[in-house]
C-alpha cells in the first residue's frame, strides 16, 4: 500500500480533502496526517469561505490591473499616466 505524508489537509487541497481521501483509498493510497488540526463544521466552513473570498479578491484586484493596461495600451499612453491613485497599488502579476 503507497502512503501519502501530508503537513496539513488544507494546505494539500484547500476545498473536497474527503473527496480525494475516498479517491486515495480507491485506488490503495493511505494518506497520513502529521499536524492534523479537527474543526468543528462550522469552523471548517468558515475557513473555506475566506479562502474562497481571498482568492477571489485577489482576482478582482489583477482583473483591475489588467484591464488598466489594455485600457492604457489602447489609448497609447504609459500606465503611469492612466492610473488612478487608488489603483497605483503594486501587483503581483
Given amino acids: 500500500m503507497a502512503r501519502l505524508i501530508i503537513g496539513y489537509e488544507d494546505r494539500f487541497v ?4 474527503d473527496w480525494f481521501e475516498q ?7 493511505q494518506i497520513t ?6 474543526f468543528s463544521p462550522e ?7 475566506i479562502a474562497i473570498v481571498t482568492v477571489f479578491s485577489a482576482r478582482l ?9 489594455i485600457r492604457a495600451a489602447a489609448l497609447g499612453k504609459d500606465i ?3 492610473q488612478d491613485p487608488q489603483d497605483q ?4 502579476t
Avoid at 496526517?33 to 479537527?38: E, Y
Fill in 33 to 38: 496526517v502529521v499536524n492534523g488540526q479537527t
Fill in 14 to 17: 484547500r476545498f473536497g480533502y
Fill in 43 to 49: 469552523e471548517e466552513l468558515v475557513r473555506d469561505l
Fill in 23 to 29: 479517491f486515495c483509498q480507491r485506488h490503495g493510497t
Fill in 80 to 82: 503611469k499616466d492612466d
Fill in 89 to 92: 497599488t503594486p501587483s503581483h
Fill in 61 to 69: 484586484h489583477g482583473l483591475r490591473s489588467h484591464r488598466n493596461l
